[in-house]
């Protein structure tokens, strides 16, 4: 009778084991595996976003650097030369 039982146990877990799931059913391996790779590509999404913000940010303020950089570079190139003259005589001519 006992050997009957086992045999009867066996064949249900065999029976179980090789049961059709339903469409849509997932695992408890096959969930977690879901839930992971969402929380990957929500971090990648995250951490992407970020660069792409600070990436933008510094190539503006690059270019704003190099504008002022040139805005000064115009002005001081009109600028009359003084290295020639001494500073008793800039300032008699500044005085006037």
């Not at 929500?42 to 510094?58: F, P, Q, R």
């Not at 020639?84 to 006037?96: I, N, P, Q, V």
């Given at each position: 009778m006992r050997q009957d039982n086992t045999k009867a146990f066996r064949l249900r877990l065999i029976r179980m084991g090789r049961r059709k799931r339903q469409s849509g059913e997932l695992s408890l391996i096959e969930a977690g595996a879901y839930m992971a790779g969402a929380a990957?590509?929500?971090?990648?999404?995250?951490?992407?976003?970020?660069?792409?913000?600070?990436?933008?940010?510094?190539?503006?303020?690059?270019s704003e650097a190099q504008m002022f950089h040139t805005g000064i570079l115009n002005a001081t190139q009109n600028d009359a030369d003084f290295s020639?003259?001494?500073?008793?005589?800039?300032?008699?001519?500044?005085?006037?």
């Open positions: 990957l590509l929500a971090i990648a999404v995250i951490k992407g976003g970020a660069y792409v913000y600070t990436l933008i940010k510094s190539q503006q303020f690059t020639g003259e001494t500073l008793t005589t800039l300032a008699t001519k500044r005085s006037r």
